[in-house]
C-alpha cells in the first residue's frame, strides 16, 4: 500500500476535500485586511516587556490555570464574581472546544449567514452537523426562521457575534432576548469587538442559564498573543474546562498580556483612537457615493459599484494597500468590500486610491 492509500484510509474524505485556512502574505503592505490594532506600542513600553519576557522560565510548564491573567482580566473587564472564565489558544481554540462537545451526540452548531467563518470549518471537521441561520435585508436576525430552525435542527450550540463579522453591525436586542429565551441550545454570545461598541452582555451570562460570553484580546491590540476567553456560569466552565488541553497558554502569551493589562489605558486610548477614525473613515466613503454599511465593529462593510469590488480589491492591492473582499461569498455580500480601520494615513492612502480606481470606471 502506498503513502495515498493510507492516507485515504486514515484522514475523513471530509479533511481530504476541505482546504487549509489561507491567510494573503501581506509583507510591506497597508494591512486592512485582519481586523487587527494598527497601532504599536511607545518604545519604552516595548523595552519594558521584552525585560519582562527575558525574565520568564522557558524551561518550566506555564502556569496552567493562568492565574496572574485571571486576575488582571477579569478585574479589567469587570467580570462579576458570580462567574468564571476559561482561556483559550485564541477564541478559534474556545469555539474548537465548544464544538468538540457535540462530537457523536447528533446535535447541531447553528451561527448566522453570513458570519464568522470558522464556525462552520470547525463543525465540518469535527463532522458536527452545521446550519446556517438567515439574517433579514438589514442583516439583523430574522427571528421566527431562527426559532424554526434552532428547534427543526436540534440545535445544541447557537453562535451569535456582537456585532457581527463581516457585516459589522449589531443584533437586535429584543430579536436576540427571544431566540435564547425560545431555544436550549447553548448561545454563545462572541463579543470579538466588544472594545468598539458600547454593547455588553456579560450580565445576559448571569440571567439566563444558557448563555455564554466569549471574548479576545486579538483586537484591541494583542493579535500576536493569541488569547482568547470565555466567560460564564461556573457549572458551564467546569465543564468545558475538562475539555481544555493543559498548558494551553503558553508562558510569553501570559507574561504579555498581564504586562499590557497593567497598561490598560494604552489600550483603551488606541481603541478610542480606532472608534474616532471608523467615525471619519465612514464619512468619507459615504460622500464616494459607495453604500457604507453601519459598524460598530473596527471594520466597515463596503459595497462597491456593482461588478467591480474585485477589480478594485486587486486595485487596491496593486500599490500594496490590503482589504478583504468579499464579493462571492455569500450572495448578501455581493460587490462588498471589508475594510479595516487603520491609523488615519493609511485611510488617507487607501481612499486616494480607491478615488482613483472610482474615477477610472466611470
Known amino acids: 500500500m502506498n503513502r495515498d492509500q493510507f492516507i485515504q484510509r486514515i484522514i475523513p474524505q471530509s479533511i481530504i476535500e476541505s482546504a487549509a485556512y489561507q491567510v494573503v ?13 494598527p497601532y504599536s506600542w511607545p518604545d519604552s513600553l516595548r523595552s519594558s516587556l521584552a525585560n519582562r519576557l527575558a525574565a520568564c522560565e522557558l524551561n518550566r510548564y506555564p502556569d496552567p490555570s493562568a492565574r496572574a491573567v485571571r486576575t488582571s482580566i477579569k478585574s479589567w473587564m469587570k467580570i462579576p464574581n458570580a462567574l468564571s472564565v476559561l482561556f483559550g489558544n485564541g477564541s478559534d481554540e474556545i469555539i474548537a472546544l465548544l464544538i468538540s ?33 438567515p439574517l433579514d435585508e438589514e442583516m439583523d436576525l430574522d427571528t421566527g426562521q431562527w426559532i424554526e430552525g434552532l428547534n427543526s435542527n436540534d440545535a445544541g450550540i447557537v453562535f451569535v457575534p456582537q456585532p457581527n463579522n463581516p457585516t459589522g453591525n449589531l443584533f437586535t436586542d429584543d430579536r436576540l432576548r427571544a431566540v435564547v429565551e425560545s431555544t436550549d441550545a447553548l448561545v454563545v454570545i462572541d463579543e470579538a469587538y466588544t472594545a468598539f461598541t458600547d454593547a455588553d452582555y456579560i450580565d445576559w451570562a448571569e440571567k439566563y442559564p444558557n448563555v455564554l460570553i466569549m471574548r479576545t484580546l486579538s483586537k484591541i491590540g494583542l493579535a500576536g498573543s493569541r488569547f482568547g476567553l470565555l466567560i460564564g456560569a461556573p457549572e458551564w466552565i467546569s465543564e468545558y474546562d475538562k ?11 501570559q507574561a504579555a498580556v498581564v504586562f499590557a493589562l497593567e497598561h490598560s489605558e494604552i489600550l483603551e486610548e488606541q481603541s478610542a483612537a480606532i472608534r474616532s477614525e471608523r ?8 460622500h464616494r457615493n459607495v453604500k457604507v454599511w453601519p459598524s460598530e465593529a473596527n471594520f466597515i ?18 500599490v500594496n494597500i490590503l482589504v478583504k473582499c468579499l464579493d462571492g461569498v455569500h450572495p448578501a455580500l455581493a460587490d462588498t468590500l471589508r475594510i479595516t480601520v487603520g491609523i488615519p494615513c493609511e485611510s488617507d492612502a487607501m481612499l486616494m486610491v480607491l478615488d482613483q480606481l472610482l474615477d477610472t470606471g466611470r
Open 101 to 133: 462537545s457535540l462530537i457523536g451526540s447528533g446535535r447541531s452548531v447553528c451561527a448566522p449567514d453570513p458570519s464568522f467563518v470558522m464556525f462552520k470549518v470547525l463543525a465540518k471537521q469535527f463532522r458536527v452537523p452545521f446550519h446556517a441561520l
Open 301 to 318: 462593510l463596503v459595497e462597491m459599484p456593482k461588478g467591480r469590488a474585485f477589480e478594485i480589491f486587486e486595485g487596491l492591492k496593486s
Open 279 to 286: 467615525q471619519r473613515l465612514t464619512l468619507e466613503l459615504e
Open 25 to 37: 502574505d501581506s509583507t510591506g503592505m497597508i494591512k486592512l485586511d485582519a481586523m487587527e490594532n
Open 243 to 253: 475539555l481544555r488541553l493543559p498548558y494551553n497558554i503558553n508562558t510569553l502569551s
